[in-house]
């Protein structure tokens, strides 16, 4: 079985290119999805920074587009997805609301935004496991 998080965890770690937190969650489904890797990477480039406008943090959306990939859409499974996310976040998932919280609490941006993509990865892959997915 893929690792996720670790393939994550190396797109978060590279400096050159820079992985946006959406790109840093779908591309490591990618390949297990019969997508390559640089397709995921251009189809996530405009969701980073919350679609660059600090709207939707990219790792939920990442997980999105990753949850897409198995064809996983159902509006339950989705509103789950969310209901998970919120719970852990004080009910906000616009990256301007995480990041504000998490400055308010003395975080630096970078750890945080690692930990929502970590968070999302294992999420989507708890949901493609229960969905028998992958």
Do not use: W
Not at 32 to 52: D, Q, W, Y
Not at 68 to 77: C, I, Q
Not at 103 to 120: F, I, L, R
């Amino acid at each position: 079985m893929k690792d996720f998080i670790k393939k994550a965890e190396e797109l978060r770690a590279t400096v050159t290119p820079h992985y946006n937190c959406a790109q840093s969650v779908v591309i490591p489904f990618a390949e297990t999805a019969g997508v390559p890797e640089e397709t995921a990477r251009l189809i996530a480039s405009n969701f980073g920074g919350g679609m660059k406008r600090a709207s939707v943090c990219g790792a939920v959306t990442g997980g999105l587009m990753a949850l897409g990939l198995f064809g996983v859409d159902d509006a339950k499974t989705i509103a789950e997805y969310h209901r998970r996310l919120k719970q852990s976040h004080s009910g906000f998932l616009d990256c301007a609301d995480l990041l504000r919280i998490n400055a308010e609490v003395g975080g630096e941006k970078k750890p945080h935004c690692d930990a929502m993509v970590y968070e999302c990865v294992s999420l989507v892959e708890t949901i493609l496991k229960e969905k028998g997915k992958i």
